[in-house]
């Protein structure tokens, strides 16, 4: 009899899937719904939580009846959308609030008031965070001071991320985070990966609401019968960064990772030291087993893919994403073209809020091709960027291993292994945060006793991209590109 299949619930931001995982890897079926989105004010991005919990649900069990019934499933891992916060009751089990998602601004101002006060240096060094609304913890305190039946609830009051409100639903009333959530709140100290009472009480965030922190691996209960008819075991849970960390079998001090989306998102393997960065990055907690907590340093592009999408949907210059690969080959260079892809302001390592994009160097001569190629190679100069502020940091990326959609471009990728100077890997199936929380969940499961190993089973195959740029050409890109950030 083959070997039972890992089911994973990957909970995005505008979709929840569910994946069914063999033990060797291979994916076996997907069941995808979309979530909505709800925009009441400008900044202000809202999800339903009871919404999310039915969605996941029915994904959940199309996959269960694909592995046959609960019995054939070995074990669940649970990957999320982080920093969203839901508000519930402990009662009832319902959402007290509409869910406050992670892009959601509403908080600046306590943010501001905050950092006027002085307490950023201080919080960083407790959290390894800025202070922005991106984090959860304004946004409890914001749900206390706005939401009625929030401030009403006292102590029925359950707060969490997305994993600990789909945990309280699967097994009926289980209050967990795993940590590499709770380090997105900011209400944890990442050195002692427990709440700080102090950072509870800085954000009027009352302790007795917080989840109980967890490891990445459990076992941390399993769900009731009436989900999916006979219980199954919950083995894996992890924020979907951290997760697409794992799935790219970056284990290892220096293994660096970066996820091309909408945006783009590069963390890199710390081992076990507590990250503090001198240069804007943000310190994370990556994964807490028994014994043993290893960290990373994470940056964030706000614009990556957002950016093909705009040259498609408002500019108009390619009719697909993918067409931007063949415009780039078209052309031998960007024709003297460059692009500061500052649109939605700059974020780190330069965190230029204020920033306008621009496009740079056009003549009669520049064609449509020039200026796509030229908004590709900006990718790369941002990522170039940013592996400066790791090196500076301690931490120089030894190779990167990318994913997301726009790592779906074979151009994309060579010209990253150049500016880089590094070697670009890319696995074959570029769904790494699933594959992540399905490694996680079959070490908890027992399939295999280590993520090394089950690295080594499930990790899919890559194919590698070795920088073949001449040196000259590179300097002058990379001159070109500083010239254009001292003028933004
Ligand atoms: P997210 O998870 O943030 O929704 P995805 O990982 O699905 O994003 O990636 C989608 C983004 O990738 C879109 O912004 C799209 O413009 C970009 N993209 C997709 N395919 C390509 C391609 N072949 N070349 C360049 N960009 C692409």
């Given at each position: 009899m083959s070997e039972r299949p890992i089911?994973?619930?990957?909970?995005?931001?505008?979709s929840t899937r569910a994946m069914l995982y063999a033990p060797d890897g291979r994916r076996l079926g997907m069941a995808q719904a979309d979530l909505s989105q709800y925009y009441p004010r400008p900044g202000w991005v809202e999800h339903d939580a009871a919404e999310i919990w039915d969605r996941t649900l029915a994904c959940a069990r199309d996959m269960v009846a694909l592995a046959g019934g609960a019995d054939r499933v070995a074990a669940i891992g649970i990957t999320n959308q982080r920093e969203t916060v839901v508000a519930w009751d402990r009662r009832t089990g319902e959402p007290l609030a509409p869910a406050i998602v992670w892009q959601d601004r509403r908080t600046a101002d306590h943010c501001a008031a905050l950092r006027e006060a002085g307490k950023e240096e201080a919080i960083q060094?407790?959290?390894?965070?800025?202070?922005?609304p991106y984090f959860s913890a304004t946004k409890m305190r914001w749900l206390l001071d706005h939401a009625p039946a929030v401030a009403a609830a006292g102590s029925a009051l359950a707060f969490g991320t997305v994993e600990s409100w789909l945990m309280w639903k699967l097994t009926g009333g289980l209050h967990v985070s795993d940590a590499s959530n709770a380090s997105r709140t900011q209400l944890m100290a990442l050195d002692a990966a427990d709440w700080d009472r102090g950072l509870c009480d800085l954000f009027g965030v009352p302790p007795h609401a917080l989840p109980e922190i967890v490891d990445n691996i459990g076992p941390f209960g399993e769900t009731q019968d009436q989900w999916f008819g006979r219980p199954i075991p919950i083995r894996g849970l992890m924020g979907d960064q951290q997760a697409a960390t794992i799935g790219q079998a970056c284990l290892t001090p220096g293994d660096a990772k970066a996820t091309l989306g909408t945006g783009a998102f590069v963390l890199a393997h710390m081992g076990s030291s507590v990250p503090v960065s001198r240069h804007r990055l943000l310190g994370t907690l990556l994964c807490r087993l028994p014994g043993e907590t290893s960290y990373a340093l994470e940056g964030s592009l706000f614009v990556a893919g957002s950016l093909i999408q705009w040259l498609r949907d408002e500019l108009r210059l390619i009719a697909t994403a993918e067409e931007s690969e063949a415009m780039a080959?078209?052309?031998p260079d960007s024709g003297g073209v460059?692009?500061?892809?500052?649109?939605a302001g700059l974020g780190a390592p330069h965190w230029r809020a204020d920033a306008r994009g621009a496009i740079h160097g056009l003549t009669l001569g520049t064609k449509r091709a020039h200026i796509v190629r030229a908004a590709l190679e900006s990718l790369s100069h941002q990522l170039h960027d940013l592996a400066g502020a790791f090196a500076a940091d301690g931490m120089p990326w030894r190779a990167l291993c990318i994913d997301g959609g726009m790592s779906a471009n074979d151009w994309i990728a060579q010209d990253l292994a150049d500016i880089l100077q590094l070697?670009?890997?890319?696995?074959?199936?570029?769904?790494?945060?699933?594959?992540?929380?399905?490694?996680l969940a079959a070490v908890g499961a027992g399939l295999f006793p280590s993520l090394a190993e089950a690295a080594g089973a499930m990790g899919a195959e890559r194919r590698s991209f070795a920088p073949a740029l001449p040196d000259d050409v590179r300097g002058e890109r990379l001159g070109r590109w500083q010239a254009l950030l001292a003028s933004a």
């Open positions: 089911l994973v619930l990957d909970e995005g931001t505008t060094r407790r959290t390894g965070l800025v202070i922005d080959r078209s052309v460059a692009m500061l892809p500052a649109l070697r670009v890997d890319r696995p074959a199936d570029v769904e790494t945060t699933a594959r992540g929380a399905a490694m």
